[in-house]
């Protein structure tokens, strides 16, 4: 790194464990430090605006696609950098953490792409944290194997942490370092050095969760800059694709591209963190009631608005557009395996058909799933990005419009979202980070959109409190007779305090550790 003005120093106080001084080097732990002597005051700033922005909204402040900028949508000339080696084609990805068995399942799957994913399938021990980095090492560092097109191994995507999360077990000066900060860090400085001139120009590939405006994105940009010079590595090495996962995102799509655009791998659906944050903003406005039932999410218009923007603003800008996990839950009593497979596959063909470009599955037994349904679609070509869809007209009214219809939930959903939220509780809190009911592996945000489903039905009293939480105490029940290690208690509470909250809780990860050693913790946002 080139010469600088002294920083503060980065302390561990994480217990030390096997090969983590493989990761946590003076140099690194240095680099880490210069990250946050960049964006630590940036990045608590964009926080705040989170806050005041949502309490606006909160207010009835509209929302609608952002005057300021409409000279970067009206323009039809920029585009971003085009597809990275490796990146071409990605029809299927998987998403998993970067444990040793889920990275080995993951690299075995024959999905084009590996999502290691920190922000939403890692486990929560500080160990987890060092040792993800501690696997992606490992698997960058195989001699054989290569990745990306004819390779024979997925390419790697790291997902960090959202900006919202704090690494406890790393400050400078006693205050924590920004999770986001250290898993983008720790992992670009660890793959730079590994670069041979002859491997020179390897890019790393990121996947940006949470982001909520073009603000966010700008940050990420400053830091990828930054990270580049620091290591003295080429601009554009860093390629991120952003997921479009919050309501107010959604608004911003063309923006976030054009912010990341030397850098952008296009745009990723997510629309389980879509659904929760349209619940979180505006959950409270009857209006905005969510319809309850599980088989009408590819047909709402509000969705079917989402897809369609997301494809024509990548496509428009020559990015890539992808698909997301299912968003639909499964319900308790349904056949194993065969329902999820057969709503995995509606929701993938409905992704080909419109014209994404590929998708995302959590589950390796999916991967072939996904393939042939993209095989089928793409005819022998990498991606769809030709497909420009000029004819998609999406105003906010679109995206905002949902159409309610049953008045009261049904039990079997109320029943399946207590399931699902109660055994990610107690994964997250046993230090895993996902779980698979039905085929379809339920991770933070299936988790949190079934937890705002039914604060949002508590709130509008389309369920009474004492008939929700004796479904509660009996999925709890069954969750103990299933595992009697679970933590089923300790799940069951997190669940209650957060149902009775007059807001609907930001994220229950950082607060669900806060009682316990915690990996991170969430800022209030």
Not at 256 to 277: K, P, Q
Not at 314 to 325: F, N, Y
Request: glycine share 8%; net charge neutral.
């Amino acid at each position: 790194m080139p010469p600088h003005t002294p920083t503060p120093r980065v302390t561990v106080t994480g217990p030390p464990g096997d090969r983590h001084d493989e990761i946590l080097t003076p140099e690194a732990l240095e680099f880490l430090a210069r990250l946050d002597h960049a964006f630590a005051r940036r990045r608590r700033e964009l926080l705040t605006a989170r806050r005041d922005r949502a309490d606006r909204l909160a207010s009835g402040s509209p929302l609608d696609f952002p005057r300021a900028t409409s000279a970067v949508r009206d323009d039809p000339h920029w585009r971003v950098t085009p597809p990275a080696p490796g990146l071409a084609d990605r029809r299927v990805e998987i998403v998993a953490a970067p444990t040793p068995h889920a990275a080995a399942e993951a690299l075995a799957s024959g999905a084009r792409v590996w999502t290691a994913d920190f922000e939403d399938t890692a486990g929560a021990p500080w160990a987890d944290v060092v040792g993800g980095q501690l696997v992606l090492l490992d698997t960058g560092a195989r001699p054989g194997d290569r990745h990306g097109p004819g390779g024979g191994l997925p390419s790697v995507v790291v997902r960090p942490c959202g900006w919202h999360l704090e690494e406890e077990h790393l400050t400078v000066d006693g205050r924590p370092l920004s999770a986001s900060l250290v898993d983008f860090g720790l992992y670009f400085f660890h793959h730079s050095r590994r670069r041979t001139p002859a491997g020179a120009g390897h890019h790393v590939h990121l996947s940006l969760p949470k982001l909520e405006n073009r603000y966010e994105a700008r940050l990420w940009n400053d830091v990828f800059l930054l990270a580049q010079n620091l290591l003295g590595v080429p601009l554009g090495t860093v390629r991120a694709a952003a997921v479009i996962g919050t309501v107010t995102a959604a608004f911003e799509m063309e923006e976030i591209l054009y912010e990341l655009r030397e850098h952008s791998a296009g745009l990723g659906a997510d629309r389980s963190g879509y659904l929760f944050s349209l619940i979180r903003t505006f959950g409270h406005r009857a209006r905005f009631l969510l319809p309850d039932r599980a088989d009408l999410a590819l047909t709402a218009p509000f969705l079917r608005a989402y897809d369609e923007l997301l494809v024509r603003t990548c496509h428009r800008r020559g990015a890539h557009a992808i698909g997301g996990p299912t968003t639909r839950p499964p319900v308790p009593g349904s056949s194993p395996g065969t329902a999820g497979r057969t709503r995995v596959r509606a929701e993938k063909e409905h992704e080909a058909r419109i014209g994404f470009d590929g998708s995302s599955v959590a589950d390796p037994g999916l991967v072939p799933l996904c393939a042939e349904v993209f095989d089928r679609h793409l005819t022998g070509r990498p991606h769809q990005i030709h497909r420009t869809l000029d004819s998609v007209r999406v105003r906010a009214d679109d995206l905002l419009t949902l159409h309610r219809t049953a008045p009261v939930p049904e039990t079997a959903r109320i029943r399946a979202d207590v399931a699902v939220t109660l055994r990610y509780f107690d994964a997250w809190l046993r230090g895993t980070g996902t779980v698979p009911p039905d085929a379809v592996l339920a991770d933070a945000a299936g988790a949190e959109l079934a937890r705002a489903r039914l604060w949002q039905w508590l709130r509008q009293r389309l369920v009474p409190q004492e008939r929700l939480f004796g479904l509660i105490a009996a999925e709890a029940a069954a969750l103990t007779a299933e595992r009697p290690d679970a933590l089923a208690a300790e799940a069951r509470e997190l669940l209650e305090r957060s149902l009775v909250s007059r807001e609907l809780p930001a994220f229950f990860t950082g607060e669900a550790l806060r009682p316990r050693v915690a990996r991170r913790t969430g800022v209030p946002s």
